[in-house]
């Protein structure tokens, strides 16, 4: 089992970043593959923002944030991290991380991921 626990949510004006944290323990919680997904208000599903392969090496981000969005993780501390930068008010959201079990691979799709956080809220205004 692990568990994941996100930090790093807030408030922020349009432009502005946020750096959030997850927070990983468990079994063996550094060989996991992890994402990061967000639910907009109003919307039933979670969409994947970002991902990254459990060495760090691969990553994959939704196209509405590349090149503002950055994840990555230290292994050692058995943290994933998203610094979000320029950021936008369509980017508000809960935001969630998420492990995906027995995997060495880059995972996108919600459905493939075994644990999840319990979201930590970001909000952007105008």
């Known amino acids: 089992q692990v568990q994941l626990v996100e930090s790093g949510g807030g408030l922020v004006r349009a432009g502005g970043s946020l750096r959030l944290s997850c927070a990983a323990s468990g079994r063996a919680s550094s060989r996991y593959p992890m994402g990061w997904f967000r639910q907009a208000p109003g919307k039933d599903e979670r969409d994947i923002v970002a991902?990254?392969?459990?060495?760090?090496?691969?990553?994959y981000y939704a196209d509405s944030v590349k090149g503002r969005f950055t994840i990555s993780r230290d292994n050692a501390k058995n943290t994933v991290y998203l610094q979000m930068n320029s950021l936008k008010p369509e980017d508000t959201a809960v935001y969630y991380c998420?492990?995906?079990?027995?995997?060495?691979?880059?995972?996108?799709?919600?459905?493939?991921?075994?644990?999840w956080g319990q979201g930590t809220q970001v909000t952007v205004s105008s």
């Open positions: 991902a990254i392969s459990w060495s760090g090496i691969s990553t």
């Open positions: 998420a492990a995906k079990d027995q995997s060495l691979g880059l995972h996108s799709i919600m459905g493939e991921y075994d644990y």
